[in-house]
């Protein structure tokens, strides 16, 4: 019985193979196909909520980014700074003398321009990311799609959500969260391959140790997997 339990080992994992190409054809087939909408989202971009052909979803957390919404099975997000977390608003801000109308169209312009570049160091630190090979630790599939001057990112929905947070904080560091010592394990492999110190955050609910932003987040999903999210600032910013 042992030697069939062995001989059937290599069937098993090339079933677990072809499971997971199935899955990531599927998550391509939903990129796809969802062209439309994210043309949609794009043109109505400056519309209120109201009239909006894809109502956002307001029940998602995170402060990072701008409007978030679901559809197709996908989550889209724009490359915007509506909060001023990455100090979009700092140069424009500083253009002392020019009239109101110039000044807030030098305000919009850096907005989008920031996090954009922001949006770009996503797909440079899910490389690095992958590229650190640390057993049992996942991140959702990332595609940056440019329409009308506008960036949308666009995700694969995981088992995540704001109950699953296990390492990070969800509210730019206001607290924190240090739950799960094997996804902290992983955070410090990942350090280690990436070259990137760890440091301690303090917050209002207690502190953590990481490698890492604290604004990325580690979640332990509901099917049992670490994931990773939002680790655009995984890196210090690129002057280039």
């Known amino acids: 019985m042992s030697d069939l339990a062995e001989a059937a080992k290599p069937l098993a994992k090339v079933g677990r193979s072809l499971a997971c190409l199935n899955s990531l054809g599927h998550i391509g087939a939903n990129i796809a196909n969802g062209g439309t909408r994210v043309q949609m989202i794009i043109e109505d971009a400056d519309l209120p909520a109201a009239r909006k052909r894809i109502p956002p979803c307001t029940a998602i957390g995170g402060i990072a980014g701008g409007e978030k919404y679901l559809a197709n099975g996908m989550f889209f997000k724009f490359a915007c700074d509506n909060q001023g977390l990455y100090s979009g608003d700092e140069n424009a801000s500083k253009a002392a003398g020019l009239e109101d109308t110039r000044a807030a169209a030098l305000q ?6 920031t996090h954009r570049l ?23 599939p990332v595609v940056l799609v440019d329409y009308l001057g506008r960036r949308l990112i666009v995700l694969s929905i995981l088992p995540i959500s704001k109950a699953s947070l296990v390492l990070g ?10 739950s799960s010592p094997e996804m902290a394990r992983m955070i410090q492999q990942v350090g280690e391959a990436l070259n990137l110190k760890g440091h301690l955050v303090e917050a209002s609910n207690g502190s953590m140790f990481t490698y890492g932003p604290v604004d990325m987040e580690g979640h332990l999903g509901s099917d049992g997997r670490f994931y990773l999210v939002d680790f655009a600032r995984l890196f210090p910013p690129d002057p280039r």
Not at 108 to 113: I, K, N, W, Y
Not at 121 to 140: C, D, E, R
């Open 169 to 178: 904080s969800s509210d730019a560091g206001a607290t924190v969260h240090d």
């Open 108 to 113: 919009a312009l850096a907005h989008r321009l």
């Open 118 to 140: 922001a949006s770009r160091y996503i797909a440079t630190a899910l490389k690095a990311l992958i590229a650190a090979q640390v057993p049992n630790l996942y991140f959702p």
